[in-house]
T-cell receptor, first 113, second 114 residues
Framework: NAGVTQTPKFQVLKTGQSMTLQCAQDMNHEYMSWYRQDPGMGLRLIHYSVGAGITDQGEVPNGYNVSRSTTEDFPLRLLSAAPSQTSVYFC????????????FGSGTRLTVV | SQQGEEDPQALSIQEGENATMNCSYKTSINNLQWYRQNSGRGLVHLILIRSNEREKHSGRLRVTLDTSKKSSSLLITASRAADTASYFCATEPLITGANSKLTFGKGITLSVRP
């Protein structure tokens, strides 16, 4: 099925560990974004990309890295996990702006202990 | 900081009633979008309204946009129990090169009682 695929769905990390959250889309969308969702905070933008090779920071980029080597993939790397990064992470993609809205993945629930 | 703020934070209505949710934002926008999120799931795009549009319909959904007041409303008519979810407004800013920075509000929790 076409859409945005996120892996893993659940992850527990120890403080200081690193990991990569995977995101892939098969809709040939140019725009891709990573959000984190915390209770009472809504969704906050971490990093976003407007095409392969182009990334930029969102509202809460500290502690996270991204790269966009292909149109399909947009992985999010946690460099050194901290308890404050416990959250639900969503990847989303879009054709962009005036054309339509974003398609979201089902999320990764991350716990840092 | 978050661009959009939804109002009310929570809404409880009876099945068959209409639900009205409001969103205010701070800076000029390219478009405004509404999303739904069922518990434990990802967000689903409902409707997009451009800055030069005033009203848009999609099925039981009606969205209005008042750029002079920097506000939008989402009306769900003849609500159903299946409409129970969180609803978010999101805005794309009117800044060159930034139209991929979709910014969300904190959401409205809608409960529709059978």
């Amino acid at each position: 099925n076409a859409g945005v695929t996120q892996t893993p769905k659940f992850q527990v990390l120890k403080t200081g560990q690193s990991m990569t959250l995977q995101c892939a889309q098969d809709m040939n969308h140019e725009y891709m974004s990573w959000y984190r969702q915390d209770p009472g905070m809504g969704l906050r933008l971490i990093h976003y990309s407007v095409g392969a090779g182009i990334t930029d920071q969102g509202e809460v980029p500290n502690g996270y890295n991204v790269s966009r080597s292909t149109t399909e993939d947009f992985p999010l790397r946690l460099l050194s996990a901290a308890p404050s990064q416990t959250s639900v992470y969503f990847c989303a993609s879009s054709y962009g702006g005036r054309v339509g809205g974003y398609t979201f993945g089902s999320g990764t629930r991350l716990t840092v202990v | 900081s978050q661009q959009g703020e939804e109002d009310p934070q929570a809404l409880s209505i009876q099945e068959g009633e209409n639900a009205t949710m409001n969103c205010s934002y701070k800076t000029s926008i390219n478009n405004l979008q509404w999303y739904r999120q069922n518990s434990g799931r990802g967000l689903v795009h409902l409707i997009l309204i451009r800055s030069n549009e005033r009203e848009k319909h999609s099925g039981r959904l009606r969205v209005t946009l008042d750029t002079s007041k920097k506000s939008s409303s989402l009306l769900i008519t003849a609500s159903r129990a299946a409409d129970t979810a969180s609803y978010f407004c999101a805005t794309e800013p009117l800044i060159t090169g930034a139209n991929s920075k979709l910014t969300f509000g904190k959401g409205i929790t809608l409960s529709v009682r059978p």
